[in-house]
């Protein structure tokens, strides 16, 4: 739609001056509202039958660690959260940002394979670095591995769970995070305070994690820093989503520690006995600060991959 030039235009009142853009969107603030209720309730209406049906069949639906016992419950549950996710945030970009869903940064592209693949390895390196200290220090102790207590094929598939898992809600809250906020935020202050703003809103979603405090929420929102850097490396969400799901899935299942105060299936069972400033206690390496120096590998890891990489932006409308 090509508006008049501001002279033609007719002067606006303070009342529409309160509620909308120059653009004649709602303003930055009833956006983010307004995607954030529209998200909850399809999030609600979607997984609430999934809920009724587990509770009827017997499943421990209340408990957040359900791929502890029953990955294949958990999985249902969080499907519906994505499509709700998904859903919700295609209609506010298309109506109330009047902009395309992949402007988001979901153009697919010849560099979507590698971003994702990249960014889950990424991780790795992050979070065994951060293993190899805690246990030079002395402040892990290794209580037992999977292999000790459990089948082959139970091994397998609970591994093959916990990645599907992390793959799904890295995806819902990439998409959210990276996603929404962080293009909303950026296009009203710029991309620095878009990465910040962001990543403040990141860690405050946090909160409600078990083990929670302000130290866990400085983590969350370096770590939100440090997806938003890898967005703006690339212009694209398929790396930040490589990087989340990989950080999950390396620090939960393959070394053990708790993510963001959850408990996952874990290949190596291990407890932390260390400075809970430094290690993060209960919450996980997040709330400490042995996350920083992983932080600054996994940004260095980031610009080397991602050097001379054209960060074209997705097209805005």
């Known amino acids: ?43 609600v209406i979607l997984t609430t039958p999934v809920v009724l049906i587990g509770l009827w069949a017997g499943a421990n639906t209340l408990d957040l660690n359900l791929s502890l016992t029953s990955p294949g419950w958990a999985l249902v549950f969080l499907l519906p959260s994505v499509i709700g996710m998904t859903g919700a945030t295609w ?4 109506f109330l940002d009047r902009r395309t869903f992949r402007s988001l940064g979901l153009v697919v592209d010849r560099t ?4 994702l693949a990249i960014g889950f390895a990424i991780p790795m390196a992050m979070m065994g670095a951060i293993f190899a200290a805690e246990l030079g220090f002395g402040w892990i102790q290794i209580e037992g591995f999977a292999t000790s207590t ?40 710029g991309k620095l305070w878009g990465v910040v703003a962001s990543s403040l809103i990141f860690g405050l979603l946090h909160l409600a994690n078990p ?25 694209r ?12 899935f390396f620090e939960g299942t393959v070394f053990g520690f708790q993510v963001s105060g959850l408990d996952f299936f874990r290949l190596i069972r291990i407890s932390v006995a260390g400075p809970e400033l430094v290690t993060g206690g209960a919450f996980g390496p997040e709330a400490g600060l042995i996350i ?9 890891l980031v610009w080397a991959y991602t050097r001379g990489r054209s960060s074209t932006p997705p097209p805005p409308v």
């Open 1 to 43: 739609m090509i508006l008049p030039p501001p002279s033609d235009r007719p002067p606006r009142s303070a009342l529409s001056r309160l509620f909308l853009d120059g653009e004649g969107r709602p303003r930055l603030a009833w956006r983010l509202g307004l995607h954030g209720a529209l998200a909850l309730a399809a999030i």
């Open 91 to 94: 209609v506010a970009r298309r």
């Open 112 to 115: 979507v394979w590698a971003d």
């Open 150 to 189: 459990m089948a082959g094929g139970a091994i397998v598939s609970l591994t093959l769970a916990s990645l599907v898992q992390f793959a799904l809600a890295a995806y819902q809250e990439e998409l959210l995070s990276r996603g929404y906020h962080l293009q909303n935020l950026s296009e009203a202050f």
């Open 211 to 235: 083990s929670a405090g302000w130290a866990s929420t400085v983590g969350i929102f370096a770590a939100g820093a440090f997806l938003g850097y890898a967005y703006l490396r690339t212009r």
């Open 237 to 248: 969400l398929w790396l930040s989503i490589g990087l989340h799901a990989g950080w999950n």
């Open 292 to 300: 920083l120096p992983a932080i600054v590998l996994g940004t260095a």
